[in-house]
C-alpha cells in the first residue's frame, strides 16, 4: 500500500510540474488567456504589471497578472494593463492607485489596440505584438504558473514573458 501512495504521490507532483512553469505550446498559452476571459477563476480579462518608473518598458523580463487583487499589498501606484477583448486582441492602458481619484487613460479610435501573434518554437512559444500591423514588441513566454497572491490569498495566473526585441 505504501508503494502505490509513493508511485501516485509522484505521479500527481508531476501532472502539477507540467501544467505550470514552462509553456511548451502555443495551444496552452491560449487556453490560459481563454478562460482568464470566460471563466471566473480570473474575475477579469485584464491581466496587469506594476510600471512604477516605466518598468514595464525597461525591464527585460515582465510578470502578468490576471487578477483585479493583484494590485493590493503592492507599493506600486502604476499600473500597466493588458484588457483582452479575445485571444488575439488587446488594449493597453494605465492606471493609477495612488492619486485621488485613481485614474485610467482612455484612448479615442482604438489608438491602444494591439493585436497578438503567437508562433511555437522548440521548445517555447513566442508572443509577438502589434500595432496597427506594425511589430512592437517580442516575447518568450518563460513561464504560465498558478500562484496564490500574498496580499489576501486569491488565486492567480501568472505570465513571465522575456522581451526578446
Avoid at 510578470?63 to 484588457?83: K, T, V
Avoid at 514588441?137 to 522581451?163: E, G, H, M, P
Wanted: charged letters at 20%; aromatic letters at 16%; proline letters at 2%.
Amino acid at each position: 500500500m505504501t508503494h502505490h501512495k509513493i508511485v501516485i504521490s509522484i505521479l500527481f507532483g508531476f501532472l502539477f510540474k507540467t501544467s505550470t512553469g514552462q509553456v511548451t505550446t502555443a495551444e496552452q498559452l491560449l487556453d490560459v488567456i481563454s478562460h482568464s476571459i470566460n471563466d471566473d477563476y480570473s474575475f477579469t480579462n485584464v491581466w496587469t504589471t506594476c510600471n512604477k518608473d516605466s518598468l514595464f518598458f525597461k525591464s527585460d523580463t515582465i510578470e502578468l497578472y490576471n487578477n483585479s487583487n493583484y494590485r493590493q499589498g503592492f507599493s506600486c501606484c502604476y499600473y500597466l494593463n493588458w484588457r483582452f477583448t479575445d485571444k488575439f486582441n488587446f488594449k493597453q492602458n494605465f492606471t493609477a492607485f495612488c492619486e485621488e481619484p485613481p485614474g485610467e487613460t482612455i484612448y479615442p479610435n482604438n489608438d491602444n489596440l494591439y493585436k497578438i501573434e503567437y508562433v511555437n518554437k522548440d521548445n517555447y512559444v513566442e508572443m509577438y505584438v502589434y500595432k496597427k500591423n506594425v511589430l512592437t514588441n517580442k516575447y518568450k513566454v518563460v513561464a504560465i504558473d498558478n500562484t496564490i497572491l500574498d496580499s489576501n490569498r486569491d488565486k492567480c495566473y501568472k505570465i513571465t514573458l522575456v522581451r526578446t526585441q
